[in-house]
């Protein structure tokens, strides 16, 4: 029997509409790449999306169809979100800080229609456009005064483009599986994969996001993404933002840490969030010049693992409660969010801060087990870690066009390819990614625990552990070490430095010292690359063994 | 195109699986009616929900049968809503506060297959059961120790009747629109209808519930719904409490002031919810013992209006927000609640009192509107009132067995049968009932501010506002007041009181002494019965207007 509830789906637009009508004169504030601050509300971003959704319906772009993104977070590219979707066509972020050849690839498997871009890309975009059979035009998001000459096929501003019409124009009705939104994986093997969010998983991922044990948004917050809407859906906050009316703060292009510290100061922002690169700058910005974050109430730190330092430095120094968060692009993207729960209300000090380098518990729509290789469930004791799978409304269940294959589990769980403890009250600590983790006689050693420990010597500016063939345990640790600048140092002493830190067959074999480590263009350490440099590298134990 | 993120239906049990895993030790505490204080915990309450999944099956029980409760908040009644859920069955709650002859016509025409209740309604039951020929077995809420004799047919004890299975069981799985509850309407007049809510329905509901700008509920709150689950599907808390992981108190079958209190203040309830009745009692309670409330934060009231005062008291006396809600059986039921937007945050005495006067602005998933009789969308000013609509995935859209017909405008909209404003920040306040609104000359005059004010005289007890036929303005207001005991007043008294209060043209055109007004079993005033009453009654002005 069914139930006679209303037939309401969940889609997008709705979100929009909610905040125009109960939060329209709500402002939305950004940084414009032109230059200036911009201010608008939620009233006028729905109108305005509607003119984008009308527009695009003319160039006829239809259901299904991807728009690329490649822009910073600014109201219009809010707008373009809206309106794309609003008309069942698909939004596809696209990172600048991919290597060209990759931004190639990826639109060009995305097969986008129509480019909307900020001035900043336009130069790059002109350079890739040969290589970009399937875009049909390039919209620009600027005004007819600030419009470039460019040779980009059928450049359009974005002002001029939207005046074209009237506004007079409603949002289509779909079924809510419908594809909504479009991130590529930026694997650090392989080509990148295709996640295709749909508009049931956008709008249950910001029911969940919003929750108060999650970022706890309200309408009197002042919100700002510092993470950009290209990160892996934007951490979800261009929807789970308007859906309860918070106001609204777009850093555009400028992240470093002045540019930053003046949009939180100006307009008490309360509540941001960003990878631990823009904090760095922002508390180096701070200390040098004696700031103080008088309005900032809390700030999620994803993306990477948040150093204990900054956790340290925001809460202590300066009032602002840190929640640290996992998640990835296959999640919408939020996984989990450290924020304490009442079993853990009354940590202080150094307690309180171990349990925030977990990266916390998943709200009500996220599920977690965590298996060994053979798909047996661990424990969560807190100790012993194993591969993180995940299941959920807002989690994949296939990549793009079927790339990957089948990704799930026999009971329909997504391997993170991330390793993981999770203590008894479920909070869950990332150790590792599984493809790294050494395999040392049948028992796993974390390569992000022995790297954590081994930048702790004074001496060292970076470090990377990866596994060494070994003809009896299978695989052991080498330390690959960039010492910092005029240092010098010993095997021995890096070793003896580490020996009392942890078990002592986790301590590496060997040491090995090089004036760089290869990174991906995001920034993550490219460990293929380390393992096939140091493929003939024959640990000093292997004679020892055979 | 359709997204590619998992197939994950919302479903009530995974809301008890999700405080299972992530809050199974969280207390949920319970008055029981045998009268202790009982104690177990999320995961305890899973694992016995389970078993009476488990056992409703071995019973029978299928898919959409309806298993009727007549029962006070206890962690028992709580597993019977997720073990009756968990199969896809439907749980019937029936109001203990109903007439006899509403109870019987209720079940007969849900056709509850089964009856789980508590010891208090046992001798009620044994008296009705002749006239209930679709029960099959009868379920008491108690152990073998306290179950009494009973003549009630194939009656058992829950305790012995659960523990007639293993608990070896998994949950059933469906579409997420198939029916999980159902509760009557207790409309003034005609028979009661049934609201059918959906799995789907209650979990959207139960994310509506929990955000910040609506109960703000989380992990580190302790929750107690006083408002018993079998009115208006229990506000949502048995779904969006464990979805939080909040430590819950349930009341049992006690709410007069003294046992609030001791609930209350022993166990550190931070929230709680329940109609201005029971507030009434507990600041009666307190005011007469100087007590206080350290650690209440949040009380949310609705059910009916929250008198200024009561707010007032809370708020000034206690340090507790008050967040008036709106709903109804209908909405599942929360539709508005009166948090502060920014718009608002500076308000404070007066206005701030004011404000929460209103019923507060909806949550995402609660569309409104005002409309005239004809359909007509009208002004959200805070001063036009007009018939208050509504649509979103948890309002109904038609009432079991197809009764009443066809319930829903053009556009999908439920009409609520109330009146409202709505100010143009999205606060609605509820004027009148419809159906009790006086349509004086094309204008509407609302019963209920009348009411109110007449209530102000420190001679009147009650009061209501009825519609007298008029031939020249079709109705005119007629107030029927009961003077407090041993007062006495004249007609031209309460009208000169009222005459600087309103508009000249609302001003009552007669006043009826009478010694009792009429109430409905829930203690609504009974206005068709007054308009029975006064249906021959002739206004002073009739005459001068002919």
Redo the contacts between chains.
Sequence with gaps: ????????P?LIH??I??AA???G??KVISRSIEGPIHTTDYASIRRRALKVAQRLARDGIR??DRVATLAWNTWRHLEAWYGITGIGA?YHTVNPRLFPDQQIWIINHAEDRVMMTDLTFVPLLEKLADKLPTIERYIVFTDGAHMPKTTLKNAVAYEDWIAEVDGDFAWASF?E????GMCYTSGTTGHPKG???????NV?HA??A????SK?????DVCMPVVPLFHANGWSLAFSTP???S?FVLPGAKMDGPSIYELLDTYKVTFTAAVPTVWLMLLQHMEANNLKLPYLKRVVIGGSACPRAMTEKFEKNYGVEVIHAWGMTEM?PLGSLC?????Y?GLTGTARLDLQQTQG??P??V?MKITDDNGRVLPWDGKTFGRLKV??????????KGDGGDI?DDD?F?DTGDVATIDP??YMHVTDRAKDVIKSGGEWISTIELENLAVGHPKVAEAAVIGAPHPKWDERPLLIVVLKEGERATREELLDFMRDKVAKWWLPDDVAFVTEIPHTATGKIQKTTLREQFKSHVLPTVEAAE
């Excluded at 029997?1 to 309401?8: A, E, R, T």
């Excluded at 706890?216 to 009197?220: K, Q």
């Excluded at 924020?339 to 079993?343: A, C, E, Q, Y």
């Design positions: 029997m069914q139930g006679l509830m209303q037939d309401w969940l709705r979100i509409d909610h009508i109960q939060h004169g709500r259901d299904g698909v079924d599986n419908t594809a909504a996640v295709l969010y749909s508009h049931r998983s249950l029911f969940m919003a929750l108060p044990d706890g948004l309200r309408s009197n859906m309860v009316g106001t919408s924020t304490m729960k009442p079993d209300a518990h998943p009500f729509g599920e299941r959920g409304p807002a989690v994949a269940r296939e990549y793009f799930l329909g997504f009250h479920g």
